[in-house]
């Protein structure tokens, strides 16, 4: 399968050791985003990876070297190819100087640990030549970069963006060459497959040729021999028939010896049909043993087959009886699935409808206050054309009262202003309204929202009691089992890297992301109808350890703690075997580990919780 140089060229085959994988130092354009970056010197870390390390234990696996203590001294080097028209990497934001200055040592640290890095595979040396050296791109330290180190810090800073960007591409370009290898490995398995199957068939071929050839010789064998058999049974009656005539002729003088010895022949013929007769009643009596007992041979046979046909039979309903529990509880399984799935929509529907018609009613109120104000604009500017109207009528009548337009002018003045004022207040009053009614919804939203952190808070610390009377419970049997005598060797130990989880807190959050959703794998899938009698007998709550292999396998069931009735440790059992497989490891927990050991608290009520 032909594959493109900047990546895939020194590719370890499915016989290589897993260390020989390149860690994303081979050189591939890293596009439009890291183009500005080619020219950035690697930090002095990077000198490690060169360096020669202590092999490893056990079997080969892949380097594990951390990011910072790659090889690689640009950004271009290391991105993988990528279309002129991809957009570019968005990179993060720098770090502090000080996180890239401490990178060096963990860069030093994770290669000491690494297995000893293989001979470079010939078919890289092309690309590993149009690499420039780490040492020459390394900037001079000394007592003069020490004393500079004040002045350098934002070329640290500048420094730190290109190598973060430099381990996200790093980290991107081993998935895609992981899922690669995977890829090839399944090819290379197809294609073994396909020509085993072309072997097998063409071998079945030659023994179907060969079988007819060998029948084709046994028929001309038996042929030739019924020849020969018809011709020697012609030439004995052509024998015969003279020896007939020859003896026809001599059967006159034998007829008087013949007469003579009739006569003994007939005493001997008596005597020979007596033990004849004597022989044939023996045979008789020994056929007749012999077919009783073929008989009751037959009858134990028939009774022998007809068992065990009832025995098939009785496998075969327990079979389907099994497979007819097993859909049904799969069909539960997914209806109650469903269910929950349904009421979560649910809530969230009526949430999203609670939201709406809040938002809806807070539109409609400052509607209803800009329609008012519009109203009392409205209403303001006809009152003002009504005054300029009276203010004309006043201007024609002026030569006739000119005392009584001033009293006139006086009041409605005054009723204005009274009618100004009360619109003022009424104005007031409604805002204030608002306000209230604003501040009240508030207040409801606030204690709606303290109530949920409450509530958080009051499941948080639950759990946290939950844990700690788990983790109690544990310190507690691990004491009692140092006070116990030591236990034979667990069967299960072997030279496999393993991880236990004993609770719900790991630093590798890979190692508990996994144990987490292999526990809700459990809990969802169960069905409990056949356990409602079992777990309604006092029981203790099973503290159950099951160990998983890297491909999703189940290595074993311990028991820690029984539950003291049989029926539920047995459905524990039936429930982790009817699981399998299981999700194979992420490939960051399958580089470190081969089996994970999950303990789990198994509690039963309407459903299987594991705590």
């Known amino acids: 399968m032909p594959v493109s140089t900047d990546s895939a060229s020194a590719r370890p085959t499915g016989t290589e050791p897993a260390a020989a994988e390149p860690t994303g130092a081979e050189p591939a354009s890293a596009g439009p985003a890291a183009a500005g970056l080619a020219s950035v010197p690697a930090e002095p870390a990077t000198r490690a990876a060169d360096a020669p390390v202590a092999p490893g234990a056990g079997a080969p696996q892949a380097t594990a070297t951390s990011p910072a203590a790659a090889a690689a001294p640009t950004v271009s080097a290391i991105g993988p190819p990528r279309a002129a028209d991809q957009p570019p990497v968005a990179l993060p934001p720098p770090e502090p100087a000080a996180a890239g200055a401490q990178r060096p040592q963990e860069a030093s640290q994770a290669v000491a640990a690494g297995p000893e890095r293989p001979p470079r595979d010939p078919a890289q040396e092309p690309e590993a030549a149009l690499q420039p050296d780490a040492d020459t791109a390394v900037p001079p330290q000394g007592e003069g970069a020490t004393q500079a180190g004040a002045a350098d810090e934002p070329d640290d800073a500048r420094r730190a963006a290109p190598l973060r960007a430099q381990r996200l591409l790093a980290e991107h370009e081993q998935g895609i060459r992981q899922e690669q290898r995977r890829q090839e490995a399944a090819s290379r398995q197809a294609a073994r497959q396909e020509q085993a199957a072309r072997l097998e068939a063409a071998r079945q071929e030659e023994a179907a040729r060969l079988e007819a050839t060998r029948r084709e010789a046994e028929r001309a ?30 059967e006159a003088a034998r007829q008087e010896e013949a007469r003579q010895e009739a006569v003994r022949a007939e005493a001997a013929r008596r005597e020979a049909a007596r033990r004849e007769a004597e022989r044939a009643e023996a045979a008789r009596l020994l056929a007749e043993r012999q077919e009783a007992a073929r008989q009751a041979a037959a009858r134990e046979e028939a009774a022998r087959e007809e068992a065990a046909r009832q025995e098939a039979e009785r496998a075969e309903a327990s079979r389907q009886a099994a497979a007819r529990e ?79 337009r001033d009293a006139e002018h006086a009041e409605a003045a005054r009723l204005e202003a009274g009618r100004q004022e009360a619109a003022r207040a009424a104005a007031a009053r409604e805002d204030a309204a608002r306000q209230e009614a604003a501040r009240l919804e508030a207040a409801r939203l606030e204690s709606e929202r303290a109530d949920a952190a409450r509530q958080d808070d009051e499941r948080r610390e639950a759990r946290r009691r939950a844990m700690g009377r788990q983790l109690d419970e544990e310190a507690a049997r ?16 072997s030279g496999a890297r393993r991880a236990r989880l004993f ?16 526990a809700r794998r459990i809990e969802l899938n169960p069905n409990l109808e056949q356990l409602r009698e079992a777990t309604a007998q006092p029981h203790t709550r099973p503290l159950v350890t099951v160990a998983i292999r890297s491909d999703g396998s189940v290595e074993s069931v311990t028991f820690v703690i029984a539950s003291g009735v049989a029926a539920i440790d047995e459905a524990v059992r039936r429930i982790v075997e009817a699981q399998r497989p299981y999700l194979p490891f992420p490939p960051a927990l399958a580089r470190d580990y081969d089996v994970v050991e999950i303990r789990r608290t198994w509690h039963f009520d309407t459903a299987v919780r594991l705590y």
């Open 221 to 250: 064998e038996i042929a030739r021999l019924e020849a020969e058999r018809q011709e020697a049974e012609h030439q004995e009656a052509e024998h015969q028939a003279a020896a007939r005539q020859t003896a026809a002729r001599e």
């Open 478 to 493: 691990r004491e009692a089992a140092a006070a116990r005598p030591p236990p034979r060797r667990d069967p299960s130990a």
């Open 326 to 404: 097993e859909a049904a509880r799969q069909e539960a399984a997914r209806q109650e699935a469903a269910r929950q799935e349904a009421a979560r929509q649910e809530a969230a529907r009526q949430e999203a409808a609670r939201q709406e018609a809040a938002r809806q009613e807070a539109a409609r109120q400052e509607a209803a206050r800009q329609e008012a104000a519009r109203q009392e604009a409205a209403r303001q500017e006809a009152a003002r054309q009504e005054a300029a109207r009276q203010e004309a009528a006043r201007d024609a009548a002026a030569h006739q009262e000119a005392a009584r």
């Open 503 to 518: 609770g719900r807190a790991d630093p590798n959050a890979e190692l508990v992301r996994y144990a987490e959703a292999w």
